[in-house]
């Protein structure tokens, strides 16, 4: 199984700061098709995730473009340019370049 | 509105069984992939299952194979999950997740509210 190691894992920010959340895969996460299956997301405090970024660096609709991500192979991070009061939460990356899909452990985004 | 709609967790005991269901309206179900998600109380998220749009192709986390059962009913645009031999460690959470599939496996672009399953004597 493809192991997914996020950190840091507690993420304290002050607003208007920017944030950075790295994401790191025990295998590439390069499919046969030439993709890299990694994806983000956010769950807000008593919801349910949501989609943010997928295949490493897409921006969903709807989402501020203070979010962005990047990377490649077995490395990844998402950055938050200025973090709003909006965006605590916890923040999970996954892999969806085989099964079984497996998330990292979840990055809890705080204002300080 | 593109939405799935999870139900029937309920306090279960250990070794007892229990099915979820998922519906979903909104979209043409038969095109999609689907998955269950779960997450313990204060825990992160873990995946559980897929199942194909015609539903002859299934995968299972190693944790409940042979425990779990994923199913799909495409006239009735519903996901079902079947759980037996349930154990402490199955409470949690349960979403259901909609997987785009080629080329964008696996990036959940909607998901649940949720339906919480408790497995306690």
């Known amino acids: 199984d493809v192991v997914m190691t996020q950190s840091p894992l507690s993420l304290p920010v002050t607003l208007g700061q920017p944030a950075s959340i790295s994401c790191r895969s025990s295998?590439?996460?390069?499919?046969?098709?030439?993709?890299?299956?990694l994806h983000w997301f956010q769950q807000r405090p008593g919801q349910s995730p949501r989609r943010l970024i997928y295949?490493?660096?897409n921006r969903d609709s709807g989402v501020p473009d203070r979010f962005s991500g990047s990377g490649s192979g077995t490395d990844f991070t998402l950055k938050i340019s200025r973090v709003e009061a909006e965006d605590i939460g916890v923040y999970y990356c996954?892999?969806?370049?085989?099964?079984?899909?497996?998330f990292g452990q979840g990055t809890k985004l705080e204002i300080k | 509105e593109v939405q799935v709609v999870e139900s029937g967790g309920i306090l279960v005991q250990p070794g007892g069984s229990l099915t979820l269901s998922c519906v979903a309206p909104?979209?043409?179900?038969?095109?999609?992939?689907m998955n269950w998600v779960r997450q313990a109380p204060g825990k992160g998220l873990e995946w559980v299952a897929i199942?194909?749009?015609?539903?002859?192709?299934?995968h299972y986390v190693d944790s409940v194979k042979g425990r779990f059962t994923i199913s799909r009913d495409n006239a009735e645009n519903s996901l079902i999950l079947q759980m037996s031999s349930l154990r402490a460690d199955d409470t949690a959470v349960y979403f259901c997740?909609?997987?785009?599939?080629?080329?964008?496996?696996?990036?959940?672009?909607?998901w649940g509210q949720g339906t919480m399953v408790t497995v306690s004597s």
């Open positions: 199942i194909k749009e015609d539903g002859r192709e299934k």
């Open positions: 295949k490493v660096s």
């Open positions: 997740a909609r997987d785009p599939g080629k080329p964008n496996w696996g990036a959940f672009d909607i």
């Open positions: 909104g979209f043409i179900f038969k095109n999609y992939w």
């Open positions: 295998q590439s996460l390069v499919f046969r098709d030439g993709n890299t299956y």
């Open positions: 996954m892999q969806g370049t085989q099964w079984p899909y497996t």
